[in-house]
């Protein structure tokens, strides 16, 4: 079972994208895929960003605001990708009740020294994990993710798998 971190998606759907071929086979591979919240976030922000979203509301004959969830209900299908919920809030000393992932970028962040969406992702990863998923890697095309790959292996337990 991977999780697939939105660089995967993007790349597979850009024309453009020289890794694009490789993002395709991955995503349209058996292997079970898991996608969490931050993937549609990012997602959404990379595509409301397109032009094209008007017209192909027009094309559709439905509303501007609906292409998006459209969208993406036709990536999740199309790809086979399972969205997967985490749960939880967790206590830091001397700031209280956070988000589970917030509270793993803030406490990891440190030791991982990665960006802050790229803390996120390997957070809802060892969250996954630790509520009982049996992830085994993380996909992506950021080479920003192999800063983090011995310690993802050794402390979480998960590969770090680039696409290039």
């Known amino acids: 079972m991977s999780y697939i971190d939105t660089s995967v998606i993007v790349a597979a759907l850009d024309?453009?994208?020289?890794?694009?071929?490789?993002?395709?086979?991955?995503?349209?591979?058996?292997?079970?895929?898991?996608?969490?919240?931050?993937?549609?976030?990012?997602?959404?922000?990379?595509?409301?960003r397109r032009e094209e979203l008007k017209e192909l509301a027009s094309e559709l004959g439905i509303?501007?605001?609906?292409?998006?969830?459209?969208?993406?209900?036709?990536?999740?299908?199309?790809?086979?990708?399972?969205?997967?919920?985490?749960?939880?809030?967790?206590?830091l000393p001397a700031i209280g009740e956070l988000y589970s992932p917030m509270a793993f970028a803030v406490i990891w962040s440190t030791k991982l020294k990665l960006r802050t969406l790229d803390l996120f992702h390997l957070a809802y990863v060892k969250i996954m994990k630790d509520e009982g998923s049996p992830v085994r890697s993380i996909l992506t095309a950021d080479k920003e993710f192999q800063k983090a790959k011995e310690i993802m292996k050794k402390e979480i337990g998960v590969e770090v798998s680039l696409i290039e």
């Open 15 to 48: 024309p453009s994208d020289r890794r694009r071929d490789q993002a395709r086979r991955v995503l349209e591979g058996r292997e079970d895929k898991f996608i969490s919240e931050l993937v549609l976030a990012e997602l959404s922000s990379v595509l409301a």
């Open 63 to 91: 509303r501007e605001h609906l292409v998006l969830p459209a969208i993406l209900i036709y990536l999740i299908k199309r790809f086979d990708l399972t969205y997967m919920k985490v749960n939880g809030l967790v206590g």
